[in-house]
RNA sequence: GGACCGGUAGUUCAGUUCUGGUUAGAACGCCGCCCUGUCACGGCGGAGGUCGCGGGUUCGAGCCCCGUCCGGUCCGCCA
């Protein structure tokens, strides 16, 4: 007789005998009968045994939780009073005629069950178990059902999926590669590719108008919450098109999917600059769910006698802002929130406690009102539009420091005071970021990656780089950058001149993109495209906190495997094979 | 590299600071016995601890101090 699955089974397989194979999920021996429940992926069945086979019931009092059972017998209707509407096959049970234990179980490291909370950490070291849960069961098929609506939607748009190399050349700028001695080659060493980006590009210039592919990237860096060394990238990439086709085209993607997954229908994504995002947000992957927003006031302060503002106020690279909040804020709470920002380079965090709008005079509470003026004070009023109760903070300083510091006090604002709205989907593109980032020692690095094409002109590109617009655009979703590409260089004299610009000089640009400039010398089309995070964009659509809950075997923030206890030390002979010597003293 | 939070039974936690003191508790799980309609079954009984690790202070440390390892959140980093 062949298996059943137990989620095929209804009240339609009455009367049938069957067989069917899985986990014990949970037994209740009450001594004259016992109840298995028998899990198989997400479903479980009851099992009910009978005292009467007197052979049976010997084996079934000697099972224990996740045993690997095989039963069979007869589906029958449960007695009235006895359905349990909290399962799918609640009105059914499967009477035993034939039980064997296909396989035995030491006692669970951890509870399997809903019910009981258990730490990450564990949850890694015996991932394999962990993943038993029918929360991770479920998602994990979402995530695989994420791909395969992937899949379908681009192949059936004529993308072709080509894979490329996983041991590939070491490229400089960008992430720490990770890298891979080689041993036919001693002294050399492959590099696991950041991302396919080359080999996309050289499938343009191969006449492959439309490639993807759902492939694994990796950075050497320090892991967060939506970050791991391995990750996994939709990339795509397209000849003869446009930004505009491009964004279209991932649009469409992430709606397909979002219909397909959750059956929701995502209204069309707003676009909204680079520029215009730092300045409401002061974040270029803005949370749209969160109402809070950034309020330019250097005009108010232009005068100023209160240093803290007026420098500032008059500084081009410096910025001032305010951020209204309509509660009124604990002592405490406010020094954890000038702690906070502390965190990203804020010298302090001036705030006004608005105890009465009606009265600028006696109705305000703040450390810096006298050194305020009472223009100043009125204009802040109304401009801000304060009301009795609200708090308002303010951000002065460098330009990047208020930014970074006033955007995350607005998330973080936005979290604690429960402003966000959960249920919502907030997905918007950025556009018009710049070609370069300038740090502070004047040096410039790529906001996207050096094959970014400008939407200005050379000319512009070579006098003001600084100032330079990337034809270049992201896809966020409720404040997590989830995709992001560009238009791409198509000739090498303009590559050329992008990575003179970042300070590569000929002979590195020539070491270690050679093959690719000159590719660029064979008639190459003009072509753009995108990436995606696999991994992120799961995470969100199963409303996890963390892209370690959509996958399946992670590592922790320092780049370990719990469960494999990978990376470990090699033998000395492999090592003298690939010619390597370790500059660590092993531990004793 | 840095900041902060955590590490106590198989698991999840309480106990930990201001205030160190005899035998470190709970729940779930586990083991044994009982139980014929439960479904997070129930009842009775039992076992289970290097308080992450190392050092220090003290008559005495889970608790205080120093160091270290592990997990997490964040800064730096992530073209």
Known sequence: MSLSKISSLTKKNLGKKI??????????????????????????????????????????????????????????ERPKGTINKKMITGEIELDSSNLSILSRSKPMPFQLDEYVKVGEETRLKYRYLDLRRSEMQETIRIRSNISNEIRQFLTSNDFLDIETPMMTKATPEGARDFVIPSRVNQGSFYALPQSPQLFKQLLMISGFGKYFQIVRCFRDEDTRKDRQPEFTQIDIESSFTSAEEIMNLGENLIK???????????????????????????????DLRNPLELIDVKDIFSDSEFKVFG??????????????????????????????????????????????????????QSPILKFLSENEIESL?????????????F??????????????????????????????????????????????????????????????NLEMLEKNPAMAIADAYDLVLNGYEIGGGSMRI?????????????????????????????????????HGGIAFGLDRLAMLICNKDSIRDVIAFPKTQSAYCLMTDAPSNISDDELKELAIRSTIQTKD
């Not at 709470?333 to 009265?359: C, E, H, P, W």
């Not at 009023?381 to 308002?392: A, C, H, P, R």
């Not at 955007?407 to 936005?414: D, I, V």
Request: with cysteine; proline share 4%.
């Open 311 to 364: 420098d500032p106020a008059k500084d081009a690279k410096s910025r001032l802002v305010a951020l209204k909040i309509s509660n009124s804020l604990a002592r405490s709470q406010i020094d954890d929130y000038t702690k906070f920002v502390g965190n990203y380079g804020a010298k302090g965090l001036a705030y006004i406690k608005v105890n009465d709008a009606n009265d600028l005079k006696e109705g305000l």
């Open 490 to 526: 198509h000739n090498s004299e303009e590559q050329r001149k992008v990575l003179s610009i970042l300070g590569i000089s000929e002979e590195a640009a020539e070491e270690k993109f050679g093959f690719f400039l000159e590719a660029l010398d064979y008639g190459c089309p003009p």
């Open 395 to 456: 951000g002065a300083g460098h330009k990047k420091i208020v930014n970074e510091s006033m955007g995350a006090l607005r998330e973080k604002l936005g979290e604690d005071l429960k402003l966000i709205d959960k249920e919502k989907w907030a997905p918007l593109w950025i556009k018009d970021f710049p070609v370069f980032e300038e740090a502070e020692d004047g040096s410039l690095s790529p906001s996207h990656h050096p094959f970014t094409r400008t939407s200005d």
């Open 19 to 76: 067989s069917v194979a899985g986990w014990v999920e949970n037994i209740r021996d009450h001594g004259g009968v016992i109840f298995i429940d028998l899990r198989e992926g997400n479903e479980i069945l009851q099992v009910v045994v009978e005292p009467q086979n007197k052979e049976i019931f010997k084996v079934a009092e000697s099972i224990r939780d996740e045993f690997v059972i095989s039963v069979s017998g007869e589906i029958k």
């Open 256 to 286: 397909e999917v979002f219909k397909k997954v959750l059956n929701i229908d995502l209204k069309d994504f707003p676009v909204m600059t680079y520029s215009e995002s730092i300045k409401k947000f002061g974040s270029d992957k803005p």
């Open 381 to 393: 009023s109304n401009k801000l539009n304060i009301s009795s109760g609200d708090t308002v903070f």
